[in-house]
Nanobody, 116 residues
Framework: QVQLVESGGGLVQAGDSLRLSCAAS????????MGWFRQVPQKERDFVAA????????NYADSVKGRFTISRDNAKNTVYLQMNSLKPDDTAVYYC?????????WGQGTQVTVSS
């Protein structure tokens, strides 16, 4: 199975940018479709963005389209989430996801807090 470790979260002001990283280990990274999800307390985990195994076909939640960009570097076993024009509503714990053969794997999450 694959192990995922997120980093890059923090406290920023509205309008700022952050880049999250997710480092994968344990299996062939390029076998996995990758994604980012986020969760706030007492709510379900929501889809943010996803990218195919080759790095093509990115797709995004409507709430982040035009502001967030997902990318991956298969040589570095890492997926990124560039977040621009951050809003207070983007405050959440962000989780990295790997999907392969009907199985989902998750990182431990990284907190992103956007102050107004």
């Amino acid at each position: 199975q694959v192990q995922l470790v997120e980093s890059g979260g923090g406290l920023v002001q509205a309008g700022d940018s952050l880049r999250l990283s997710c480092a994968a280990s344990g299996r062939t990274f390029s076998n996995y479709a990758m994604g980012w999800f986020r969760q706030v307390p007492q709510k379900e985990r929501d889809f943010v963005a996803a990218i195919s195994r080759s790095g093509g076909s990115p797709n995004y939640a409507d709430s982040v389209k035009g502001r967030f960009t997902i990318s991956r570097d298969n040589a570095k076993n890492t997926v990124y989430l560039q977040m621009n024009s951050l809003k207070p509503d983007d405050t959440a714990v962000y989780y990295c996801n790997a999907y392969f053969s009907a199985r989902n794997y998750w990182g431990q999450g990284t907190q992103v807090t956007v102050s107004s």
